[in-house]
């Protein structure tokens, strides 16, 4: 069963426009979230997290908000340039160290 | 550079044939992790290892083994390869507290016919 889960497997998007890809996740005890990136032949890296007790976390372009009561984390790059292409996943951390990951979403910017 | 070292890159096996996929990490991380990564499936976990000497199962297990042979190094074994192990496995490392998450090695692809 998916715990955590991204309905969109791939985004297109202008450059210079906003970018939002979306996660949702059914275990209510998750406290930690992250997004990664990935490239094509390289593994997973880390971009940004956001702990439970707040709702957003900036870092530059790129912002994560929480949404507690609706299990939902978001991820906006503002302006998205076409080295943003690539596999986004977002992550959540449940008590120990396991992180359960999303199906991922290819995200395309159009130059 | 400092990070997670895996080999092979690629590999081609057939049904039946065993190899191990190492792991080597060189942060001092306490935690290592291999995973599989699927079309449409993510990444899941196969095996974890908190600290030196532990090993626990994650969300696939089936088919596998691993060997956390000392602080950096943690293997991943199939011990009769099926077509249905065809994926690429990651392995990564966490340190203390999830901050930061997981660092992932680079892969290995993996074909089984």
Redesign the interface.
């Known amino acids: 069963d ?1 715990q ?1 889960k ?1 309905n969109s ?1 791939s985004l297109s998007v202008q450059e210079g426009r906003i970018s939002i890809l979306n996660c949702d996740y059914t275990n209510s005890m998750f406290d ?1 979230f ?1 997004w ?1 990136k990935k490239y094509p ?6 971009l940004i ?1 956001i702990s439970s007790i707040k709702d957003k976390n900036e870092d530059g372009r790129f912002t994560v908000f929480l949404n507690k009561s609706a299990k939902h984390l978001s991820l906006h790059i503002v302006p998205s340039q076409p080295g943003d292409s690539a596999v986004y ?1 977002c ?1 959540a ?1 449940n008590t ?4 359960y ?4 979403t290819s995200l395309t910017v159009i130059p | 550079n400092a990070g997670v070292t895996q080999t092979p890159k690629f590999q081609v096996l057939k049904t039946g044939q065993s190899m191990t996929l190492q792991c080597a990490q060189d942060m001092n991380h306490n935690s290592m992790y291999w995973y599989r990564q699927d079309p449409g499936m993510g990444l899941r976990l196969i095996y974890y290892s908190a600290s030196e000497g532990t090993t626990d199962k994650g969300e696939v297990p089936n088919g596998y083994n691993v060997s956390r042979l000392n602080k950096r190094e943690f293997s991943l074994r199939l011990e009769s390869a099926a077509p249905s192990q065809t994926s690429v496995y990651f392995c990564a490392s966490m340190g203390a507290g999830p901050f930061g998450g997981y660092t992932f090695g680079s892969g290995t692809r993996l074909t089984v016919v």
Do not use: D
Not at chain 1, 41 to 46: D, I, K, L, M, R
Not at chain 1, 96 to 99: A, E, K, L
């Open positions: 998916q955590v991204q497997p930690y992250l990664y032949a390289e593994g997973p890296t880390f997290s996943f992550a951390l120990g160290n396991q992180f990951f999303g199906t991922g």
